[in-house]
């Protein structure tokens, strides 16, 4: 499966972009999603989870309760709304997708395709 990454851009702290992340080329439903981030000189850090069905998510910590992760399965396309930014959100966010659908997933490694990323800068 190929994915795409969309949405990304500069916004000021406070506020908000909705990232999308477009699969061609694979049955969508047959891949649990996910987002991860990486900022310079940092390592890959999960940011978010959905299952194959959009009923199990998981969110990390430092975004719970600003950003939220959905599937549309129908367009076979994955979102990350993102409201509240803080300046410690920039960096490069990632989609990716991975065959195991029996459990939630926040490593790296557990996901098998990503896409190219996209930059998301707040500013302060």
């Known amino acids: 499966v190929q994915l795409q990454a969309s949405g990304g851009g500069l916004v000021q702290a406070g506020g908000s972009l909705r990232l999308s992340c477009a699969a061609s080329?694979?049955?969508?439903?047959?891949?649990?999603m996910g987002w991860f981030r990486q900022a310079p000189g940092k390592e890959r850090e999960f940011v978010a989870f959905?299952?194959?069905?959009?009923?199990?998510?998981k969110h990390a910590d430092s975004v719970k309760g600003r950003f939220t992760i959905s599937r549309d399965n129908a367009k076979n396309t994955m979102y990350l709304q993102m409201n509240s930014l803080k300046p410690e959100d920039t960096a490069v966010y990632y989609c990716?997708?991975?065959?195991?659908?029996?459990?939630?997933?926040?490593?790296?490694?557990?996901?098998?395709?990503w896409g190219q990323g996209t930059q998301v800068t707040v500013s302060s």
């Open positions: 080329g694979g049955i969508f439903s047959n891949y649990a």
């Open positions: 959905v299952s194959w069905s959009g009923g199990a998510l």
């Open positions: 990716a997708a991975a065959r195991v659908l029996t459990r939630v997933l926040v490593n790296s490694g557990e996901y098998d395709y």
